[in-house]
C-alpha cells in the first residue's frame, strides 16, 4: 500500500493504477461452486477460467485453463460468449474457443473436491482437452450444452452470414452441423428446461441490436434441427415502431422471461402460456418502471436478468447507478439490500446471485449474495490499494447538452481538492452507446492524485438512461456528443471548479472521434489523447467490418445518398482547425479502426506543423488488453500533457 500513515496523498503510478489487477467476467453458478473468467493483463491479455466453491474466499480458485489456453472469440468482431459450462453432480463439463486456433474445445472434470484439504485440486480431468471443431475459416460462440441430445449448440459467423451450429460432444475435429440460419445476425440462445425449445435475438442490417431486433423461438425435431419458427417479440428496421429485445431467460416453470424497450425503457415482460406456433403470444408486462433492465448487445454473453430458483432477479440501471432487484409475480419489485451500484454479468440459481460489482471506493470484483439471508461477500483480483480517504468520489453532475437537453455526467474533484479552479481531464467513453459508471477506476484516481478534475460524460447517445436518451445520437454523432463534452467543460468553468488554461480530453475508438471533432469544431481543449480513434467516416463505412456496416446510417445519415455529411463530419477532413497538441495510440491488429486511419491522421497532423505523437502496437487489436501497453498508454499521456501543458 503506497499510502503513509500520515494519510499524505501520493500521485498514483500508472502500474498501479493499470498493472497488476484482473479483470472479471461471465461469472456463474454450478451447483455448489462459482466459475467466471479472468483476464490478465500482465499476461497479455489472455483469458483463463476460475472455479472455487461458492462462498470459499478463503481457498484459492482453481485454474481450469492453463497457460497457454487463451479464451477468446472474435465473434461479430468483439466475441464474448466464449466459454460453457454443465455441472452434473459430480461432473463437470467446460467447453470453450481457444483464440490460438479458432476452435471449440472441450474438457470432462471429476468433482475430488474435500473441504479436509484444500491443496487437494477440486476438479481432476478425465481426459485431455478434445478439440470438438475442425479448423476453418468461421468463428464460433455463444455456445450452450444440450445434454439430451448430446451437443454443443452455439453461432457461427462465416463468410458474412451468422448460423446456429450443432457439434457432437464425442467427436474430434468435426464439421459444424447447421441446424438454422438466421435472417442476418443471431445472438443470446437459450434452451428451455425441457430441452425441447429455443430461444434466441435476431436483428439485420442496417440496424443494430439495440435499436431494432426481434425475440426469436422454435422447437427441435426428431433431426435435432430448429422447425415451428416463430416471432415472439420486437420489430424490424422497416417497421413504424422500433423495438429492441435483450436476453431472453427461460424460468424453471417454461415461462419465458424477456427485456423489450417499447415503453421506452429495457423493461422486463413474461410469457406464460405455452408457446404454440399457431397463436399470437401474450405478453404481461408485470414490472414497468423508468429504469434499464438491458444495454447494448455489443458483445455475447451479457446478463441482466436470471431466475434463482422460485425467485427473478434482475439488475437496472436508474441515472447512472444500478442495482440488484427481486421481482414478484404479484408486480412487485425489491431491492437487495448491498453496497455496489455498478453491476454486471449477473447469474443466479437456486437462491444465489453472482454477479461483476464496483462502487465508488472497492474495484471491480466478484459479488456473491444468499438470497435467503441477504449476506454477501466480495473479491476483487487484488487487495485494496487505496485508504478510501485518498479516492476522489464521483458526483453526478447535471448540465444542459445539445439544444438545452439534461445531460449527465461524473464529476471527479482533485484528491485534497482546495476548490480552486483546476486543470481538468474529460473522458468520453467509447460505444457511442458506452456508459460512464461509478466503478472505482484508478485510471481516473491517476489523474485526480496529481491535482487533475475528471468529467466522464454521458453524451447524448449513452446507456443507461432510456431510448429517447440513446437516441439524441441519431444522425447527430459528431454534433450531438461535441456540443455535450463542450457543455460540460464550459458549465464547470462557469461554476468556478475548471482553469480554462489547462483542458485535455481524451477517449479511444468512438470516443477518440469525438475528442478529435472537439479539436476540429471547438477552441476550449489545450491537448489531447486519442487511442485507436476513428478519423475517417467515410473510410470507416467502406471498410469496417459486418457487425458495423450499417451502424452510421443510423449516427451520421444514409450512404451513399449523404456521403457529404460523412465528410463534413469526419476529423481527418479538417486536420487544419486542429490547433492544439495531440498524442495517439494504435494496435496494428485493429479490424474494427484500420491502422492507416491513425497513420494518416499522424502525417496530416505533422503537415501542420502540430505536435504530435503516434505510438504503434504490434500484437494489439480494438482495445488494449496487455499490461506494458496499458502502462505505457498512460505515462504517454500524463508525459505529453505535462510537456504542452507546461506543468
Known amino acids: 500500500m503506497f499510502i503513509e500513515s500520515q494519510s499524505v496523498l501520493k500521485e498514483i503510478s500508472a502500474e498501479l493504477a493499470l498493472g497488476e489487477t484482473s479483470f472479471f467476467k461471465e461469472p456463474r453458478i454450478l451447483g455448489k461452486w462459482v466459475l467466471w473468467l479472468e483476464q490478465r493483463p500482465q499476461e497479455g491479455g489472455r483469458t483463463t ?44 463439463l467446460l467447453s470453450w474457443v481457444d483464440d490460438s486456433d479458432g476452435c471449440l474445445w472441450l474438457q470432462v472434470w471429476e468433482d475430488s473436491y474435500f473441504c479436509k484439504d484444500p491443496i487437494t485440486p477440486y476438479w481432476r480431468s478425465i481426459h485431455s482437452p478434445l478439440c470438438l471443431s475442425e ?90 434441427m430448429i422447425s415451428n419458427i416463430k416471432q415472439l417479440a420486437g420489430s424490424f428496421s422497416k417497421d413504424q415502431v422500433q423495438k429492441s429485445v435483450f436476453q431472453p431467460v427461460w424460468l424453471p416453470s417454461g415461462e419465458l422471461l424477456v427485456a423489450e424497450d417499447s415503453s421506452g425503457w429495457w423493461n422486463l415482460m413474461m410469457l406464460e402460456q405455452p408457446i404454440q406456433s399457431q397463436s399470437s403470444p401474450i405478453w404481461k408486462r408485470l414490472w414497468p418502471m423508468e429504469a434499464e433492465f438491458g444495454m447494448p448487445q455489443w458483445i ?58 464496483s462502487n465508488s471506493t472497492k474495484e471491480s470484483g466478484l459479488l456473491e449474495v444468499d438470497l435467503t439471508d441477504g449476506s454477501w461477500l466480495h473479491t476483487s483480483s487484488r487487495a485494496s490499494v487505496l485508504d478510501e480517504n485518498q479516492i476522489s468520489v464521483p458526483k453526478p453532475f447535471w448540465f444542459k447538452g445539445f439544444k438545452g437537453s439534461l445531460t449527465h455526467s461524473w464529476f471527479y474533484p482533485p484528491a485534497h481538492w482546495d476548490g480552486l479552479p483546476a486543470p481538468l481531464l474529460v473522458k468520453i467513453h467509447s460505444g457511442p452507446t458506452g456508459m460512464a459508471t461509478t466503478g472505482l477506476n484508478l485510471g481516473i484516481q491517476f489523474w485526480t492524485s496529481r491535482g487533475w478534475g475528471v468529467v466522464d460524460v454521458n453524451y447524448g447517445g449513452s446507456t ?184
Open 49 to 92: 477460467a476460475l472455479i472455487r466453491p461458492w462462498g470459499r474466499i478463503d481457498l484459492a480458485a482453481q485454474e481450469l485453463t492453463p497457460f497457454p489456453i487463451n479464451l477468446r472469440t472474435r465473434l461479430h468482431g468483439y466475441g464474448g460468449g466464449v466459454l460453457t459450462a454443465k455441472c452434473l453432480k459430480t461432473k463437470l
Open 135 to 224: 479448423t476453418g475459416n468461421y468463428t464460433l460462440s455463444d455456445g450452450i450444452i444440450d445434454l439430451f441430445r448430446n451437443r454443443w449448440i452455439g453461432l457461427m459467423e462465416k463468410d458474412s452470414n451468422d448460423y446456429i451450429v450443432s457439434f457432437s460432444l464425442n467427436i474430434e475435429n468435426q464439421l459444424p452441423s447447421l441446424i438454422y440460419q438466421p435472417i442476418d445476425f443471431a445472438g443470446y440462445l437459450t434452451l428451455s428446461p425441457d430441452s425441447n425449445q429455443l430461444a434466441w435475438i435476431e436483428w439485420q442490417q442496417p440496424s443494430m441490436p439495440w435499436e431494432s431486433s426481434q425475440l426469436w423461438w422454435g422447437t427441435f425435431n426428431e433431426e435435432g
Open 300 to 357: 455475447c454473453g451479457m446478463s441482466t436478468i436470471a431466475s434463482a430458483g422460485k425467485k427473478i432477479v434482475a439488475i437496472s440501471c436508474l441515472n447512472g447507478y444500478w442495482s440488484i432487484n427481486l421481482l414478484a409475480r404479484d408486480g412487485s419489485i425489491s431491492k437487495v439490500d448491498q453496497p455496489f451500484n455498478d453491476l454486471s454479468g449477473l447469474h443466479a440459481a437456486s437462491g444465489r446471485i453472482v454477479a461483476i460489482a
Open 464 to 647: 443507461g438512461f432510456g431510448r429517447l436518451y440513446r437516441e439524441r445520437l441519431k444522425r447527430g454523432w459528431g454534433e450531438v456528443d461535441v456540443n455535450d463534452c463542450v457543455a460540460a467543460v464550459k458549465t464547470l468553468v462557469a461554476k468556478g471548479k475548471v482553469d480554462r488554461r489547462y483542458i485535455a480530453i481524451e477517449g479511444g475508438s468512438a470516443g477518440g472521434f469525438t475528442a478529435l471533432a472537439c479539436l476540429c469544431f471547438t477552441d476550449i481543449f489545450k491537448v489531447a489523447s486519442c487511442r485507436y480513434p476513428v478519423t475517417d467516416l467515410i473510410g470507416m463505412k467502406e471498410k469496417t467490418h459486418r457487425f458495423e456496416e450499417g451502424y452510421l446510417d443510423h449516427l451520421v445519415g444514409i450512404w451513399p445518398e449523404e456521403r457529404q455529411i460523412y465528410k463534413k463530419r469526419s476529423p481527418l477532413h479538417y486536420v487544419e482547425q486542429i490547433k492544439c497538441p495531440v498524442i495517439l495510440f494504435q494496435g496494428l491488429k485493429d479490424k474494427v479502426v484500420l491502422p492507416d486511419q491513425t497513420e494518416l491522421m499522424a502525417m496530416e497532423l505533422r503537415k501542420n506543423n502540430i505536435p504530435v505523437e503516434l505510438h504503434t502496437f504490434p500484437n494489439e487489436s480494438h482495445g488494449f488488453k496487455d499490461r506494458n501497453v496499458k502502462i505505457k498508454t498512460l505515462e504517454a499521456t500524463e508525459k505529453f500533457f505535462n510537456k504542452h501543458l507546461n506543468f
